[in-house]
């Protein structure tokens, strides 16, 4: 049963005569009602099912989804009298259920055992389930389930720092939490607070490890920004000074190849633009912004044919691109290959009709062929309708620029993300 089930499952009685429920440090009040858990599949109370087990499962639902509860700290001082070992035995019992996958049980009594003896380490226990539980929710394809279990493991994280502070282990784990959902700077955070509390150990050093490793990607983060911002501000010589410092520290990973790759090409060194380009290939990726600046290099390079072949690539990346879709179209036009390039103002048409660019297109392809292109012709293409080309006016002042060259994909605006 979830959480709303179990609690609706709940009745109230008065203390049962003859209750005999006493230790040193704790007396039976009569005037507290005593809650009791009903029976699967029951939705009234029979006096045969009154008994000190149902009522202990009664106050253990209460500790576990209701700790506020106006009685709740008399019922937990309730079921430790009954039985001290409760909680050691509630704690077997839900990771046996966790092993089950037979989560909602398993909730309950780890939700149970961390309100009725609050530890560092039942915390964490329920923050792994919680995260047990958005692993089996995203295999199962619940991206709202996963979304919510994960918040549920930070929350129960950050209760565990309220209730016991700067705890090592909880802060360990709430580090590892943020690394693991990509929030580095958070992560990085937590671990400077563990380090400042954590005895030394095995522990420790891994979590130094782990320090370090984070430090470093958040450095090659920056360095991989700063390249970003140096090409948006046109300049290319320190954009390749910083992509080549993270290509030195990252050898194998692509991006660093694809931004010096991009400033080269904007710098005028199209043959080295072009070897950074192949390297992000060789190293595994394959995107529509790597093909579309391989065709420009290629393009300055003399390789028309090459060049339309790199930007169809480009096309079937990424088929909502109006840039790589026009370029093609106007590649195709200044080389009088009119089907193709009517295949691909189509295209374009599909995706803006009212774009600028393309009316100009349409009017070349027109003048060209003594055809009047009637009513737009829709093809099978995704097409998303509340896509929105935020960089049309930077992309129809490039094309300008390039009809005034006389030559096509020189310089186009690109959509490229922060990694």
């Known amino acids: 049963m979830n959480k709303e089930e179990s609690l609706r499952s709940i009745r109230y009685i008065h203390v049962p005569e003859g209750m005999r429920v006493e230790s040193d440090i704790f007396r039976l009040d009569r005037n507290i009602m005593l809650p009791v858990q009903l029976k699967t599949g029951e939705t009234r109370l029979k006096a045969e099912d009154i008994s000190l087990e149902s009522i202990t499962a009664g106050m253990l639902t209460v500790i576990a989804y209701d700790e506020n509860h106006k009685d709740a700290s008399y019922y937990k001082d309730f079921v430790l009298t009954i039985d001290p070992t409760l909680p050691e035995k509630l704690m077997k019992a839900a990771i046996a259920k966790e092993e089950q996958k037979d989560y909602e049980f398993s909730e309950e009594l780890f939700l149970a055992v961390y309100h009725l003896m609050p530890q560092a380490a039942s915390c964490i226990n329920l923050a792994t389930l919680y995260s047990y539980m958005a692993v089996n929710a995203r295999d199962e394809g619940d991206e709202e389930k996963e979304d919510e279990y994960l918040l549920s493991a930070k929350r129960t994280l950050k209760d565990g720092l309220q209730r016991f502070g700067e705890n090592a282990d909880v802060l360990a784990e709430l580090s590892s939490y943020e690394a693991f959902t990509g929030n580095l700077e958070e992560a990085k955070d937590y671990l400077d607070r563990y380090m400042a509390v954590a005895e030394e150990g095995e522990r420790k050093q891994e979590m130094k490890k782990l320090l370090s490793r984070i430090e470093l990607q958040l450095e090659n983060d920056e360095e991989i920004k700063e390249a970003y911002d140096f090409i948006m501000l046109d300049d290319t010589e320190k954009a390749i000074a910083a992509a080549t410092r993270f290509i030195e520290r990252n050898p194998d990973v692509w991006n660093g190849y694809f931004l010096r790759g991009w400033a080269l090409r904007k710098a005028g060194r199209f043959a080295e633009a072009r070897d950074d380009q192949m390297k992000c290939l060789e190293k595994g990726e394959r995107n529509a912004d790597i093909y579309n600046e391989l065709s420009i290099d290629e393009l300055e390079a003399g390789d028309r044919e090459l060049a339309k072949t790199y930007l169809e690539t480009a096309a079937d990346l990424d088929p909502e691109n109006l840039t790589i879709v026009s370029n093609l179209s106007y590649l195709y036009l200044q080389d009088d290959q009119l089907d193709e390039a009517r295949e691909y103002l189509e295209k374009a048409r599909f995706l803006s009709g009212s774009d600028e660019i393309v009316r100009n297109l349409i009017d070349e392809y027109e003048k060209k062929t003594g055809e009047k292109i009637g009513e737009l012709i829709h093809e099978e293409i ?38």
């Open 382 to 419: 995704v097409h998303d309708d509340q896509k929105e080309n935020d960089d049309d006016d930077a992309y129809a002042a490039e094309i300008a620029e390039i009809e005034k060259d006389d030559h096509c994909c020189c310089d186009h605006h690109h959509h490229h993300e922060e990694e």
